[in-house]
């Protein structure tokens, strides 16, 4: 791509939050400038690690026992749900629109 997307738009869009339209846009683009796909990459790895670090300092804070961890967690298993995956199915007629695209078209 000739126009490198800014990265504050990248970061909002690996947050999820981007507005519908400019989230589409940067969809769009991130689909086809695989420079902009690493950097969307590299932010969610950046933002897990993040989580990840003030999860264990909450966690290192609230010195959670062991007895207490295994109740919470066994508590969680009981209301664990399986994501269904949405349905799509192809639009006949564009197939040469990139998939963010697709889904926002019309036959």
């Known amino acids: 791509m000739?126009?490198?997307?800014?990265?504050?738009?990248?970061?909002?869009?690996?947050?999820?939050?981007?507005a519908p339209g400019p989230?589409?846009?940067?969809?769009?683009?991130?689909?086809?400038?695989?420079?902009?796909?690493?950097?969307?990459?590299?932010?969610?790895?950046?933002?897990?690690a993040l989580i990840e670090a003030e999860a264990e300092a909450t966690a290192d804070e609230a010195a959670l026992t062991d007895a207490a961890l295994q109740r919470m967690l066994s508590r969680l298993d009981g209301l664990a749900v399986e994501p269904?995956?949405?349905?799509?199915?192809?639009?006949?007629?564009?197939q040469w629109a990139p998939a963010p695209l697709a889904r926002h078209l019309d036959p």
Request: net charge negative; aromatic share 6%; hydrophobic share 45%.
């Open 23 to 48: 989230g589409l846009a940067v969809a769009l683009h991130v689909a086809l400038d695989p420079a902009a796909r690493r950097t969307v990459e590299q932010l969610g790895a950046v933002a897990g």
């Open 2 to 18: 000739n126009h490198p997307a800014p990265e504050e738009l990248l970061l909002d869009y690996a947050a999820g939050a981007s």
């Open 84 to 94: 269904k995956p949405a349905p799509y199915t192809p639009r006949p007629g564009f």
